[in-house]
């Protein structure tokens, strides 16, 4: 069955700290897709980043960067010199290669609170 | 990306009463997802909406309490019927990216207060 696992719950930082928040997966697949969502204060859900399975390269964008690690089932994210716009619960989900529907399954999500 | 909206963006409703939270993306979608985030929790998939075919219910939710309509490839609705607090929830559609990358994007949102 696939799972996933967000292992801490809140993190607290200050400004301008870097952060990385881990993601540990589950899944019998060897076709799947991971990725990470951003839920700010507002409620919505924001798109990061999608990875398939095949490309376990690292991935960096602007102060972003995530790190795919098959061997360990891993898909940790890195916010390089936080920023108090980036507090937000951010989300790590998984989705197998699709039959005839999909589902995402979520990690129960990490609170980032970044502190001026 | 698609753009969605949703309506209403948040209610509060009285126990007893149904409430249909509607989906509008601004392009053509095959398929389109309904999830449910209880306060402080992570997203369940409620169902799977398709154009021209009943919607696909994960377990634990049934047609007669979420009804769902797909009446065409931009626009669903999902409906909270007899609802009480335990409903008390953000709504959230989605809809699949339509490439074989399985992105999901994500409406803003429909925060429901039931009392």
């Known amino acids: 069955a696939q799972k996933v696992t967000q292992a801490q719950t809140e993190i607290s930082v200050v400004e301008k700290e870097d952060v990385t928040l881990d993601c540990v997966y589950e899944t019998r697949d060897t076709t799947y897709y991971l990725f990470w969502y951003k839920q700010p204060p507002s409620g919505e859900l924001v798109f990061l980043i999608r990875?398939?399975?095949?490309?376990?390269q690292n991935e960096i964008s602007g102060r972003y960067s995530w790190n795919f690690q098959k061997s360990t089932s891993s898909f940790n994210f890195t916010i390089t010199a936080s920023q108090v716009v980036d507090s937000a619960v951010y989300f790590c989900?998984?989705?197998?290669?699709?039959?005839?529907?999909?589902?995402?399954?979520f990690g129960k999500g990490t609170k980032l609170s970044v502190k001026p | 990306s698609a753009v969605i909206s949703q309506k209403p963006s948040r209610d509060i409703c009285q126990r007893g009463t149904s409430l249909t939270i509607q989906c509008q993306v601004d392009s053509q979608v095959t398929m389109m997802f309904w999830y449910r985030q209880q306060p402080g929790q992570s997203l369940t998939l409620i169902a799977t909406a398709n154009q021209g075919s009943e919607a696909t219910y994960e377990s634990g939710f049934v047609i007669d309490k979420f009804p769902i309509s797909r009446p065409n490839l931009t626009f669903s609705t999902l409906t909270v019927s007899n609802m009480s607090p335990e409903d008390s929830s953000i709504y959230l559609c989605?809809?699949?990216?339509?490439?074989?990358?399985?992105?999901?994007?994500f409406g803003p949102g429909t925060r429901l207060l039931v009392l």
């Open positions: 989605s809809v699949d990216d339509g490439s074989k990358q399985e992105t999901q994007y």
């Open positions: 990875r398939n399975s095949f490309d376990e």
């Open positions: 989900a998984l989705s197998e290669e699709r039959g005839s529907q999909g589902n995402l399954i």
